[in-house]
């Protein structure tokens, strides 16, 4: 399991994955899809009907609390 690319930006944290980084763990409130057809193995979190994929630019907002890609790319931005 590779580590996400994490990037400071003038709202705090956030955080780069693909579906090569395996199982993340910590809090974030948005997550937006920055690749075609991203795929989640597991989204953990306050939304139990989460899409299971996510067309490019999409932007799902909650809490959440573990990350999994089969495919794709995501921005998960980290909660303040």
Partial sequence: MSKPTIVRNARGYKDVFTSSDGLQSG????????SDSTAFT????DISAAP?????????????????????EVVAYRKP
Avoid: D, N, R, Y
């Fill in 42 to 45: 597991a989204l953990g979190g």
């Fill in 27 to 34: 809090t974030w409130v948005i997550i937006q899809s920055i």
């Fill in 52 to 72: 299971t994929t996510l067309p490019k630019g999409m932007i799902i907002e909650g809490e959440f609390t573990s990350i999994h890609l089969s495919g794709g």
